[in-house]
C-alpha cells in the first residue's frame, strides 16, 4: 500500500479535479469516486492511506460510510469536507474517527498539514512506546461536559487580561476558531464588568426547539428577545454569520440607532453584546458573510483567542479536566494517565480544538486489569470484529496493444502496423464499426476503405440489428391515421363562447 495514497469521494467532479491535482503536486498517489458504494468498493480494492469524503455523503442515509471505511483491518485515516461545519457535527465526525472536519473552499494547506501529522502521529505512536495494562472499552453512557477556560499558557493570560480591561465596552468581538473556548471568555468578561449580577442570555449558533438564531436574539411569536431577557446582563451570540442576512440587517439598523441616540444626547439603556466570529473580520466581509455596514461597529473592540495548537500548555489541564467528567460518568474507582501519551497528545496540532481533544481522549478512555480508568490510544478492544465482506473483482484490464517485430526482431513496414491498429480497434469495438471509427478518430467510409485494403473481413450484422428487422411494423388504419382529417364546422355557440 502507498504510505501518502489518498481516495477523494465526492459527487462534484470539479472539486476531485482541483483537489486531486494539487495533492498530486505534493506527492499523493490520488484515486476518485463520485458516490459513497463506489468510494467503499475503491477502499475495499486498493486500501488507500487517506479518504477526503463529503460529510453529507458520509452520513448518507443508506449506510454510514465513516463506519465502514474505519471497519477495515487497517483503517485509513478519514478527512471530512462540509458545506457548512458546525461545532456538533465536527463532534460527532470526530468522535466517530475523523481526523478532521474542513469547510468548503478546502484549504489546501492545511489538508495537507493534517494528513502530514497523522503520518507521523501514527509513527509516533507505535504500541512499544505506550506503556498501558491490558485494558477493555469503556463506553459512556452521554458525552463529557468541561469548562473549556483555561489560562496555564501566557498567551491565554494576556486575552483574559485584555478582556478584563474592555468591560465597559457595549460590544466586543471575540475572533477564534471553532471550540476554542470563546463561551468561557464571554462569561469571564461578563462576570469582570459592571453587569456580573445580571443574567448571561445565549444566542445559539444553531435552531434550537424549532427557534432560529436570529428569531431568538430579535425575538418572535411567542419567544421573548435576547435582550428582552437580558436586562441588566449581557447578550452572548455564538456566531455573528448564523444570524443570516436578515438577522445581520436587523442588527446593523439596531446598532445604529444605538450610535444616533446617543449621538443626540438621549439616554438609552441596552445589554452589551459579545459577538463571535469564526475568522478575522475582513475575510468574513470580503467573502460576503457580513454586511459591510456592521464592520465599523464591530471594529471597535476586538479580541482574538488563540486556537489550541498556539497554547499547549492548556493541554494537559484540558487532557485532565476530560479524565475527571469521565470518571464521574462512568464510577471508576481512580484514574491513570500515563505522561507519555499526555506527551503524545500535546505534540498534536488539534485543528478541530477543544472538542476534538474532548472526543480524542473519550475515545480513548478505558478500563485497566484493576478497573481503574487509563487512556489507550493503541489497544484494540473486545468489541465483535466488523462483518466480513467480500471485495468485488477488479474490472478486467483494457486490452493492450503492442507492435509486432520481424522475424529478426526489426520494425515492419507501416502498413503492417495500420493494418494490425484497425484490426485490434474492431475487437475492442465488438466488432461495431460505427464504434472502431470512432476510436480511431476516422469516419466510417475510411474504416470500410481500409478494411477492403487490408482484407479485413467485414464483421456480421448483429444480432440486435436483426431482431429489429424482424420485428413487426405497427400498420397505419384509418382510425389512427386519417389520411383527410374531418373538421367540423364552428358554430355560433363556438363562436359565443
Given at each position: 500500500m502507498d504510505r501518502r495514497s489518498i481516495l477523494i469521494i465526492d459527487r462534484d467532479s470539479s472539486f476531485r479535479q482541483n483537489a486531486g491535482r494539487f495533492l498530486t503536486e505534493r506527492g499523493f498517489a490520488v484515486s476518485e469516486a463520485e458516490n459513497a458504494q463506489a468510494g467503499l468498493e475503491e477502499v475495499y480494492r486498493s486500501n488507500p492511506t487517506f479518504v477526503l469524503m463529503d460529510l453529507a455523503m458520509a452520513r448518507s442515509p443508506e449506510f454510514d460510510l465513516v463506519d465502514r471505511v474505519l471497519s477495515q483491518p487497517t483503517p485509513p485515516g478519514v478527512v471530512c469536507v462540509a458545506q457548512?461545519?458546525?461545532?456538533?457535527?465536527?463532534?460527532?465526525?470526530?468522535k466517530a474517527g475523523v481526523l478532521d472536519v474542513l469547510e468548503r473552499p478546502v484549504d489546501g494547506e492545511k489538508l495537507v498539514r493534517i494528513l502530514e501529522r497523522a503520518a507521523q502521529t501514527t509513527a509516533d505512536l507505535a504500541p512499544p512506546q505506550v506503556s498501558i495494562p491490558a485494558t477493555r472499552a469503556l463506553r459512556l453512557t452521554r458525552d463529557p461536559k468541561i469548562d473549556h477556560l483555561v489560562v496555564e499558557s501566557d498567551v491565554m493570560r494576556a486575552v483574559l487580561a485584555r478582556v478584563e480591561r474592555m468591560t465597559s465596552v457595549e460590544v466586543l468581538v471575540l475572533e477564534a476558531e471553532p471550540g476554542v473556548g470563546q463561551d468561557g471568555v464571554a462569561r469571564h468578561w461578563h462576570a469582570s464588568g459592571p453587569r456580573a449580577q445580571g443574567p448571561f442570555i445565549r444566542v445559539p449558533s444553531t435552531n434550537e426547539n424549532g427557534v432560529t438564531p436570529e428569531d431568538a436574539l430579535f425575538g418572535a411569536s411567542g419567544v421573548p428577545s435576547a435582550f428582552a431577557q437580558a436586562k441588566g446582563g449581557v447578550v452572548y451570540i455564538e456566531s455573528l454569520t448564523a444570524l443570516g442576512a436578515t438577522g445581520q440587517e436587523r442588527l446593523a439598523k439596531l446598532l445604529q440607532g444605538l450610535a444616533?441616540?446617543?449621538?443626540?444626547?438621549?439616554?438609552?439603556?441596552?445589554?452589551p453584546m459579545v459577538i463571535c466570529v469564526d475568522r478575522p473580520i475582513a475575510v468574513d466581509l470580503e467573502a460576503g458573510r457580513i454586511r459591510r455596514d456592521l464592520v465599523s461597529a464591530l471594529s471597535q473592540a476586538v479580541v482574538r483567542i488563540p486556537p489550541l495548537r498556539e497554547r499547549k500548555k492548556d493541554i494537559p489541564e484540558l487532557i485532565y479536566r476530560t479524565v475527571n467528567a469521565i470518571q464521574q460518568i462512568s464510577g471508576a474507582p481512580g484514574a491513570h494517565v500515563d505522561p507519555v501519551v499526555v506527551e503524545a497528545l500535546v505534540k498534536r496540532d488539534w485543528e478541530g480544538n477543544v472538542p476534538e481533544l474532548v472526543a480524542t481522549v473519550t475515545k480513548a478512555a478505558a478500563y485497566a486489569d484493576d478497573s481503574h480508568l487509563v487512556l489507550d490510544l493503541t489497544a484494540k478492544f473486545d468489541e465483535p470484529p466488523p462483518p466480513v465482506v467480500v471485495a468485488p473483482p477488479p474490472p478486467p484490464e483494457p486490452a493492450q496493444w503492442s507492435p509486432t517485430l520481424d522475424a529478426e526482431g526489426q520494425v515492419q513496414p507501416y502498413d503492417v502496423y495500420e493494418a494490425e491498429i484497425f484490426r485490434f480497434a474492431l475487437e475492442n469495438a465488438g466488432g461495431c464499426v460505427s464504434r472502431a471509427a470512432e476510436l480511431l478518430g476516422v469516419g466510417r467510409a475510411t474504416m470500410y476503405r481500409k478494411m477492403r485494403a487490408y482484407k479485413i473481413k467485414v464483421p456480421p450484422v448483429s444480432e440486435r440489428a436483426i431482431s429489429r428487422s424482424r420485428r413487426p411494423k405497427k400498420r397505419r388504419t384509418p382510425e389512427t391515421h386519417p389520411a383527410n382529417p374531418v373538421v367540423s364546422p364552428l358554430t355560433p355557440q363556438d363562436l359565443a363562447s
Amino acid at each position: 500500500m502507498d504510505r501518502r495514497s489518498i481516495l477523494i469521494i465526492d459527487r462534484d467532479s470539479s472539486f476531485r479535479q482541483n483537489a486531486g491535482r494539487f495533492l498530486t503536486e505534493r506527492g499523493f498517489a490520488v484515486s476518485e469516486a463520485e458516490n459513497a458504494q463506489a468510494g467503499l468498493e475503491e477502499v475495499y480494492r486498493s486500501n488507500p492511506t487517506f479518504v477526503l469524503m463529503d460529510l453529507a455523503m458520509a452520513r448518507s442515509p443508506e449506510f454510514d460510510l465513516v463506519d465502514r471505511v474505519l471497519s477495515q483491518p487497517t483503517p485509513p485515516g478519514v478527512v471530512c469536507v462540509a458545506q457548512d461545519c458546525r461545532v456538533p457535527d465536527v463532534v460527532g465526525a470526530i468522535k466517530a474517527g475523523v481526523l478532521d472536519v474542513l469547510e468548503r473552499p478546502v484549504d489546501g494547506e492545511k489538508l495537507v498539514r493534517i494528513l502530514e501529522r497523522a503520518a507521523q502521529t501514527t509513527a509516533d505512536l507505535a504500541p512499544p512506546q505506550v506503556s498501558i495494562p491490558a485494558t477493555r472499552a469503556l463506553r459512556l453512557t452521554r458525552d463529557p461536559k468541561i469548562d473549556h477556560l483555561v489560562v496555564e499558557s501566557d498567551v491565554m493570560r494576556a486575552v483574559l487580561a485584555r478582556v478584563e480591561r474592555m468591560t465597559s465596552v457595549e460590544v466586543l468581538v471575540l475572533e477564534a476558531e471553532p471550540g476554542v473556548g470563546q463561551d468561557g471568555v464571554a462569561r469571564h468578561w461578563h462576570a469582570s464588568g459592571p453587569r456580573a449580577q445580571g443574567p448571561f442570555i445565549r444566542v445559539p449558533s444553531t435552531n434550537e426547539n424549532g427557534v432560529t438564531p436570529e428569531d431568538a436574539l430579535f425575538g418572535a411569536s411567542g419567544v421573548p428577545s435576547a435582550f428582552a431577557q437580558a436586562k441588566g446582563g449581557v447578550v452572548y451570540i455564538e456566531s455573528l454569520t448564523a444570524l443570516g442576512a436578515t438577522g445581520q440587517e436587523r442588527l446593523a439598523k439596531l446598532l445604529q440607532g444605538l450610535a444616533a441616540a446617543r449621538v443626540s444626547g438621549t439616554t438609552v439603556r441596552w445589554p452589551p453584546m459579545v459577538i463571535c466570529v469564526d475568522r478575522p473580520i475582513a475575510v468574513d466581509l470580503e467573502a460576503g458573510r457580513i454586511r459591510r455596514d456592521l464592520v465599523s461597529a464591530l471594529s471597535q473592540a476586538v479580541v482574538r483567542i488563540p486556537p489550541l495548537r498556539e497554547r499547549k500548555k492548556d493541554i494537559p489541564e484540558l487532557i485532565y479536566r476530560t479524565v475527571n467528567a469521565i470518571q464521574q460518568i462512568s464510577g471508576a474507582p481512580g484514574a491513570h494517565v500515563d505522561p507519555v501519551v499526555v506527551e503524545a497528545l500535546v505534540k498534536r496540532d488539534w485543528e478541530g480544538n477543544v472538542p476534538e481533544l474532548v472526543a480524542t481522549v473519550t475515545k480513548a478512555a478505558a478500563y485497566a486489569d484493576d478497573s481503574h480508568l487509563v487512556l489507550d490510544l493503541t489497544a484494540k478492544f473486545d468489541e465483535p470484529p466488523p462483518p466480513v465482506v467480500v471485495a468485488p473483482p477488479p474490472p478486467p484490464e483494457p486490452a493492450q496493444w503492442s507492435p509486432t517485430l520481424d522475424a529478426e526482431g526489426q520494425v515492419q513496414p507501416y502498413d503492417v502496423y495500420e493494418a494490425e491498429i484497425f484490426r485490434f480497434a474492431l475487437e475492442n469495438a465488438g466488432g461495431c464499426v460505427s464504434r472502431a471509427a470512432e476510436l480511431l478518430g476516422v469516419g466510417r467510409a475510411t474504416m470500410y476503405r481500409k478494411m477492403r485494403a487490408y482484407k479485413i473481413k467485414v464483421p456480421p450484422v448483429s444480432e440486435r440489428a436483426i431482431s429489429r428487422s424482424r420485428r413487426p411494423k405497427k400498420r397505419r388504419t384509418p382510425e389512427t391515421h386519417p389520411a383527410n382529417p374531418v373538421v367540423s364546422p364552428l358554430t355560433p355557440q363556438d363562436l359565443a363562447s
